[in-house]
């Protein structure tokens, strides 16, 4: 339905710190899980890799992806930790945006008009960023993951 449309877009909203904390990526085993932390980080950097890859395969397209770190902000995330990370997370999060603003970065990617020949990139404080982490744009990577989700949910590749 999305190709049929004039124009689309799919937006993956991951996580600022997704690369720096995610530890090893485990294609072969996505469902592995060591810490929240660091199971949630490798799971925004997923979305980052996927939504390269997507861009690349929908390139003869009207569809546009794009993947958007739409700041910190005061959100639920923490509640399952310990309560010394909770109580510090509390006030780390005071000095942080509101969902409500946050928001705009993802209302950005998908209501600006001039993004068109961005597709696949990942977006930051409303631009793209143009010092992606290399793990972030990484075309094997990004290949193997593609084929592992497409394994996974049995469709051809």
Known sequence: LLEKSQSARIIHVTTGFAVKYAGGLKINHLNHFDTSVKTYCRSKLYLRLFNYELAKRLANSNVDTFSVHPGDCYT???????????????????????????SEAIIHCIDADDLQQL??????????????????????????????SMEIVKLPY
């Open 76 to 102: 639920n995330l923490f509640t399952d930790m310990s309560a010394l990370f909770k109580f510090f997370t509390r006030i780390w999060m005071l000095s942080q945006r509101s969902v409500k603003k946050a």
């Open 119 to 148: 597709s696949g990139k990942h977006f930051e404080n409303l631009k793209p960023t143009h010092h992606d982490a290399p793990i972030g744009t990484n075309s094997r990577l990004s290949e193997d993951l593609w084929n592992k």
